[in-house]
């Protein structure tokens, strides 16, 4: 039997989070990391650009590989082109949107936080996510791409900026009452969770769907045997390197792969 190949779709590193949670509930399979950053980020780009830029990423992808299931592993993408794609595609898509149902049943306060992009801010997915599960409680939002971008340097190997991240956060580390639980609504932010919970005194709650995913990606491949060849995962991403600072970006890039258990990270020509 063939081994089941998944895609995990994101602008950046950002999807890494997912991967790993989704990797862990199932191992047996052969994964393909693909990430945009040739547009990165995406939290800042139009809606008819984005659509159109990842129906034809992808479609293209899917022609030259043989992928079972895709994860959109990127909540800026997935409050928006979910519906698209399934249109498109014959085989299951599963998107990430903000946990915000887990995270309004697990505050005991009755504020939470809403950490993501500026674009995932203003969907009106989101507001109806807020609107159907977090009725009742308070619901505090922050957009942030600096913050998107402090995960890809932190991911490329480059010092932590404590102090920027310290910036982000202040408009509620500055409140009496301050959520006691957040949405980390951006799959770059898992990235940064040790430092996230350190600017709150470690007294916050974090959420975020990696979890949810990696179910429903088991639920829809099932139970899967180790095959003959695993640990062949390959990522790759959509902008050509041509400076040496994006060279050593680049090489930085490999090693952390590397570390993910990704066997290569190569450019993709659309
Ligand atoms: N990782 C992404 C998300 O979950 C996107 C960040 C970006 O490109 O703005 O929204």
């Known amino acids: 039997m063939l081994i089941k190949q998944v895609l ?67 909540n800026s993408a997935s409050t928006l082109v979910l519906q698209v794609l399934r249109e498109h595609l014959s085989i299951p898509v599963v998107g990430v949107v903000p946990a915000i149902k887990p995270a309004a049943q697990l505050s005991k306060n009755g504020v939470i936080g809403l950490l993501a992009t500026p674009a995932t801010i203003k969907r009106n997915y989101t507001t109806f996510l807020i609107n159907k599960f977090a009725a009742n409680i308070e619901v505090l939002k922050i957009g942030s791409t600096e913050l998107v971008k402090l995960a890809e340097e932190k991911m490329a190997g480059l010092p932590f900026d404590q102090k920027c991240l310290q910036k982000i956060l202040a408009p509620w580390l500055l409140l ?11 799959t770059h932010f898992p990235l940064l969770k040790n430092e996230i919970a350190n600017c709150f005194k470690n007294k916050v709650q974090l959420v975020d769907s990696g979890k949810a995913i990696a179910n429903r990606v088991h639920q829809l491949l099932g139970e899967q045997r180790r095959g003959e060849v695993s640990n062949q995962h390959r990522a790759y991403y959509t902008k050509p390197v041509v400076t040496l ?24 020509r659309v």
Not at 249 to 268: E, H, M, N, P, W
């Open 8 to 74: 995990i779709f994101d602008s950046g590193v950002g999807g890494l989070s997912v991967f790993q949670d989704v990797q862990q509930q199932n191992p047996y399979i052969n994964y393909f990391y693909l990430f945009d950053n040739a547009y990165f980020p995406y939290g800042e780009l139009e809606d008819d650009f984005l659509i159109t830029r990842i129906t034809e990423l992808l479609l293209s992808f899917l022609a030259t590989h043989r992928i079972d299931l895709i994860v959109i592993a990127c």
């Open 176 to 186: 009496q009452k301050r959520p006691d639980t957040l949405v980390l609504g951006c």
């Open 245 to 268: 600072c994006e060279t050593q970006k680049s090489v930085a890039l490999q090693r952390c792969f590397l570390t993910y258990g990704f066997i290569s990270l190569d450019y993709y």
